[in-house]
């Protein structure tokens, strides 16, 4: 018979776990969860707090490759570097659905979605809530809800269902249409503190404190938003201001660069600054702050991590209390920007 979803789940790290609970608020026996470093197909309790906690079928690729999948809508919810990897196990794992979305920061995976499926079974949702993954536990930290929407509309109709569901979870959800002013909005603010924070390596809040890194920070901003002008994608608030409101509420948090350098993994940076800088030049507009920074966090990944492991300076606490005063003991994952 295989596996039957409503809604399949790919990835459950922070975003994909609050998604999964708050879908299975009002279709628990319709949501599926495939992820990886797991075994066969069980019964599984995903904890939200803040949202509540619901029990799903979790499930393998390997197990999903067995079966086989059958699902009306999936939500890709893991990092913008996996999407190319997901999308060959879904079709090792002959995963059948009718709409596929995106939940990546930057740019490049929904456009992929869309080039492997087709702009009319593709949609995307950009999140402004903040999650946290403690162990096996997530924390919602702020509602900022998600808005969806396609790049070529009309979107899919099972998009509004999907809207729907999410809103009768507890989320704060906009089905919007066009989703590209969102992302770009969106991308303007990660294309700054991120990379920032990542190379100074503190809290979003210290581009707050330091006027240079204000300065900088607004600079990286207004690139991204002269070629969504050349693009004529209007952003539907002004970037500069949404940049110091991203900075206030999220001013004690560490950026997800900056917790994927600590802990070293992969970062986004090809999709969000690497992309940026790659989109200015096919339209003729000059981002090379955005340019730097992508060269700059490419070679802090190259340089801080080996093996898998922290540099030794990042991890001698004891007697140097961890880059710019973060102790590794102290380290807590914070809301993906």
């Known amino acids: 018979m295989g596996i039957q979803a409503r809604y399949l789940v790919v990835g459950l790290g922070a975003v994909g776990s609050v998604l999964a609970v708050t879908l299975a608020e009002t279709h628990s026996e319709e949501v599926v969860a495939i992820t990886r470093n797991y075994e066969g197909c069980s019964s599984e309790t995903i904890n939200v707090v803040g949202l509540g906690e619901a029990r799903l079928r979790v499930c393998s690729w390997d197990e999903a490759r067995k079966l086989g999948v059958n699902a009306t809508t999936v939500l890709i919810a893991t990092k913008a570097y996996d999407v190319p990897a997901v999308i060959s196990s879904l079709k090792h794992s002959k995963v059948q659905a009718d709409l596929f979305v995106s939940f990546q920061n930057g740019l490049g995976s929904l456009e992929l979605l869309e080039k492997t499926y087709g702009t009319s079974r593709v949609a995307a949702g950009v999140v402004y809530f903040g999650a946290t993954r403690l162990g096996r536990v997530v924390e919602l930290r702020g509602r900022g809800g998600i808005v969806l929407g396609c790049r070529h509309p009309p979107c899919n109709p099972l998009l509004r269902e999907l809207a729907t569901d999410l809103r009768k979870g507890g989320l704060d959800v906009k089905d919007i249409g066009w989703i590209e002013p969102y992302r ?14 990542a190379i100074v390596m503190r809290e979003n809040g210290f581009i707050l404190e330091d006027k240079r890194a204000r300065q900088l920070a607004e600079s990286i901003v207004l690139e991204v938003a002269s070629i969504a002008n050349k693009l004529q994608i209007p952003l539907p608030r002004d970037p500069i201001q949404e940049l110091y409101t991203v900075l206030r509420l999220t001013q004690n948090n560490l950026s997800s660069m900056l917790q994927d350098l600590l802990q070293c993994k992969p970062t986004e940076v090809d999709y969000i600054n690497g ?63």
């Open 184 to 197: 770009w909005l969106k991308l303007a603010v990660n294309a700054a503190i991120n990379p920032l924070t």
């Open 275 to 337: 992309a940026i800088a790659l989109k200015a030049k096919e339209v003729g507009v000059d981002a090379k702050t955005n340019e730097a920074l992508w060269l700059l966090v490419k070679m802090l990944e190259r340089a801080h991590c080996t093996s898998n492991k922290l540099e030794d300076e990042w991890t001698r606490e004891e007697r140097c209390g961890g880059p710019a005063g973060i102790r590794t003991r102290d380290f807590r994952p914070t809301a993906r920007l």
